[in-house]
């Protein structure tokens, strides 16, 4: 596994608190049904961010905590719950292995949201076995589609990111590439049970000023790479993608994938 180093998310904490899309209601619902939620035990997510998701399932179990390796996104976070006034998540700046092999809390539902693949996934499973009470389980959420065809706009929008960020991917102090093995292979290959559910596939929109925000919520994408060439960019990108489509508004259809690691068995 590499070492990103402790700046993977540097300066793009407000721009995934303010720009990152929420996941559907359907997830939530989904989750909460999936695990007969009633206000009871304890939740963890690791590669919290800012804490949108978590924050949904506030009123589902009696204590939650959320960990990111990211000081700025705990920051974030924290103002985030205090505004929303929630008081019964705990947030703690961490990498998950790290924070795993130093609790001995037990917890009914783990979720990882698009974060598994920064993680040492096999360790981070071994280590969560033995935290997760019977019929629980952990949640990893995604949407990677790597052999899904890019819309026009996207394509433009890679293109021009290759032009001004560079070919590689950059990821910390190094770069990135994701994971050969997938991850229902990994949890797979690990003391739990397999089990994928796809969502219903929906629509998500997006505008220039969104879609820029994005890219600077990003690893690979932060605004502090571009330094005092960020307003040249965001001009050519705009200008490109009007080219495709002069609304200015853009939108996808995304697969959510939620695969569940779970345990069935007494201990």
């Known amino acids: 596994m590499k070492n990103y180093g402790h700046e993977l998310f540097k300066g793009t904490a407000s721009y995934y608190s303010a720009y990152r899309p929420l996941y559907p209601s359907e997830l939530v619902r989904w989750i909460v049904n999936r695990f007969s939620l009633d206000g009871q035990g304890n939740m963890l997510d690791l590669g919290c961010g800012t804490g949108q998701l978590m924050m949904r399932f506030s009123d589902w179990f009696e204590r939650l905590v959320g960990v990111d390796s990211e000081q700025e996104m705990i920051d974030e976070a924290l103002r985030r ?141 932060s605004r502090r790479f571009l330094g005092d060439r960020a307003a040249s960019f965001e001009q050519e990108l705009e200008k490109a993608l009007l080219r495709i489509d002069n609304s200015g508004i853009f939108t996808e259809e995304i697969d959510l994938s939620i695969i569940l690691a779970m345990n069935v068995s007494e201990r």
Do not use: C
């Not at 096999?122 to 990677?144: E, S, T």
């Not at 093995?181 to 397999?194: D, G, M, T, Y």
């Open 81 to 221: 719950s205090e505004e929303a006034r929630i008081d019964n998540i705990k947030w703690i700046t961490a990498d998950a292995e790290s924070y795993l092999q130093n609790t001995n809390e037990i917890f009914r539902v783990v979720t990882i949201a698009k974060a598994f693949h920064w993680m040492d996934r096999k360790a981070v499973l071994d280590d969560l076995y033995n935290k997760i009470q019977l019929d629980g389980g952990v949640a990893i959420i995604d949407h990677y589609a790597p052999h899904k065809e890019p819309l026009p706009w996207q394509a433009e929008l890679q293109k021009i990111i290759k032009l001004w960020y560079g070919e590689e991917r950059r990821a910390g102090n190094t770069t990135y590439s994701h994971p050969q093995i997938s991850h229902e292979e990994i949890v797979a290959q690990s003391r739990f049970e397999l089990e994928v559910h796809r969502l219903p596939t929906y629509e998500q929109q997006w505008t220039i000023q969104s879609i820029i925000g994005n890219l600077y919520s990003t690893s690979y994408g």
